[in-house]
């Protein structure tokens, strides 16, 4: 069965330091990966798609950026936090060329100080 | 451009009471949709979604949610609420070929004993 794995669980991060979350998905190839963010009352913003290894596609102009370096590896980053940049960051992914339902992480709060 | 809209931010409900969360929804094709479940701190879970076969479609814990093409709709509900139901609820679309899901503000349940 297909598992996906999302860390750190929680991250405190001073304003101006970088940033690297990480997404594995398990027992699945090729599959769609998604970086959603969650600021309270705001439900899911996309911020970050990406169809296959090196293919990223932004939503969102912001301070973060996204890469896919293996198949089935997700990361995001940033160079420079915010404030603005604290919330709930979801890692999900969807098969490839199916219009299923997306599958999501455990999640990852994020606050900048 | 697709969209989800989530009528009602919070809405509150006495235990055994009937559950109606109102999702209306923006597709220029046949969409699919979906309704996921967000207990704190942790991912969203899958509760239904419609993939244009039965219009009444059943899901885990006794929801289920019926879709309308003439009222743009796709409202969540369940006959009796139970105190494990108090989450965070979000509607979703995704269209036929496409990439991206993109998810409602979320509506959170109450329920009082």
């Known amino acids: 069965s297909q598992t996906i794995h999302q860390w750190p669980a929680t991250l405190v991060q001073p304003v101006g330091s970088p940033l690297s979350l990480e997404c594995t998905v398990e027992g699945t190839s090729n599959p769609n990966l998604y970086w959603y963010r969650q600021a309270a009352g705001r439900g899911l913003q996309l911020l970050f798609y990406s169809v296959g290894i090196g293919q990223i596609s932004s939503e969102v102009p912001q301070n973060l950026s996204a890469s896919r370096p293996q198949d089935r590896q997700f990361i995001l980053s940033s160079k420079k936090l915010l404030l603005s940049d604290s919330g709930f960051y979801l890692c999900?992914?969807?098969?490839?060329?199916?219009?299923?339902?997306?599958?999501f992480g455990q999640g990852t709060r994020l606050t900048v100080v | 451009a697709q969209s989800v809209t989530q009528l009602g931010s919070h809405v509150s409900v006495s235990e055994g009471a009937l559950v109606l969360l109102r999702c209306n929804y923006s597709?220029?094709?046949?969409?699919?949709l979906f309704w996921y479940v967000q207990y704190p701190n942790q991912g969203l879970q899958l509760l239904l979604k419609y993939t244009s076969a039965a219009t009444l479609v059943k899901g885990i814990n006794g929801f289920e949610a019926e879709f309308k093409k003439s009222e743009t709709s796709f409202h969540l509900t369940k006959p009796s609420a139970h105190m494990s139901d108090a989450a965070e609820y979000f509607c979703a679309v995704s269209e036929t070929g496409g990439f991206k899901t993109i998810f409602g503000a979320g509506t959170r349940l109450f329920v009082k004993a």
């Open positions: 597709s220029s094709v046949p969409p699919y």
């Open positions: 999900a992914w969807r098969e490839e060329d199916r219009d299923t339902e997306a599958f």
